[in-house]
């Protein structure tokens, strides 16, 4: 079982729109998968509601209950988990960063979002968890380039020291609606840009074993 933790101490950088797009993608692609909330909120828990399928599995949990949820769902034969967490805590952050395999801290490419993502570097820096940086909401690449924003956003991020995802994902409007009512892009508009794109991510997270 591989346990993925998106995670930015700064409040609606995508963690909750990357975990759910990511979890349906690889349920889709037959993973035993499911997403463990930690976050109080319960956004996650509240798309679960909307959502016709059975699959993937969503469950609530307390950040300090975590070990225990982990191995409960190791016995049911998960294959991935996906724990979507909540800004603004960094001791539940960083139980959820000890717990996981690959941190993928996500953040928006505007400078105010690149400062702000020095917070949970520390934390993966500190429990010494594989992490990657993810920038998401992005401008769509012009020509098939990315966009000067983008591009600058990667130098910025050179100073944490940690890999960033050479796939972003741009601010497109699939994102959300496809959370509507439950579903996410790769079932909203398959063959759509938005749905490449979290195809694109997850290909490069499979490569980060
Ligand atoms: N790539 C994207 N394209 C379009 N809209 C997006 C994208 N990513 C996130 N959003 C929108 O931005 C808002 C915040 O996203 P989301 O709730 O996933 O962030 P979060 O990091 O989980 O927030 P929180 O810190 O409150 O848990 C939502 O309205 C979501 O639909
Ligand atoms: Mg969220």
């Known amino acids: 079982m591989r346990t993925i933790c998106?995670?930015?101490?700064?409040?609606?950088?995508?963690?909750?729109?990357l975990c759910l797009h990511l979890a349906v993608l690889a349920d889709e692609l037959g993973r035993n998968v499911a997403v463990i909330d930690i976050d109080p909120q319960a956004s996650a828990r509240a798309w679960k509601r909307r959502r016709q399928s059975d699959s993937p599995k969503v469950v609530g949990c307390d950040a300090r209950d975590l070990s225990k949820l982990l191995g409960k769902q190791e016995r049911k034969?998960?294959?991935?988990?996906?724990?979507?967490?909540?800004?603004?805590?960094?001791?539940?952050?960083?139980?959820?960063?000890?717990a996981a395999d690959l941190v993928l801290i996500v953040s928006r490419p505007a400078i105010l979002d690149l400062e702000a993502i020095g917070e949970s570097v520390k934390i993966v820096k500190k429990q010494g968890s594989r992490s990657a940086v993810v920038l998401n909401a992005c401008p769509p690449p012009h020509r098939g380039e990315e966009t000067a924003i983008v591009a600058e956003a990667r130098d910025a991020l050179h100073v944490y020291g940690l890999p960033v995802s050479p796939t972003s994902v741009s601010q497109r409007a699939a994102f959300s609606h496809a959370l509507i009512d439950g579903r996410a892009v790769t079932e909203f508009e398959n063959?759509?840009?938005?749905?490449?794109?979290?195809?694109?991510?997850?290909?490069?997270?499979?490569t980060q074993w």
């Open 77 to 98: 034969g998960r294959d991935i988990l996906f724990l979507d967490t909540a800004p603004h805590s960094s001791r539940d952050a960083a139980m959820a960063a000890a």
């Open 191 to 206: 063959e759509g840009k938005a749905a490449g794109e979290i195809r694109n991510l997850w290909n490069w997270i499979e």
């Open 6 to 17: 998106l995670l930015a101490q700064k409040g609606g950088t995508g963690k909750t729109t």
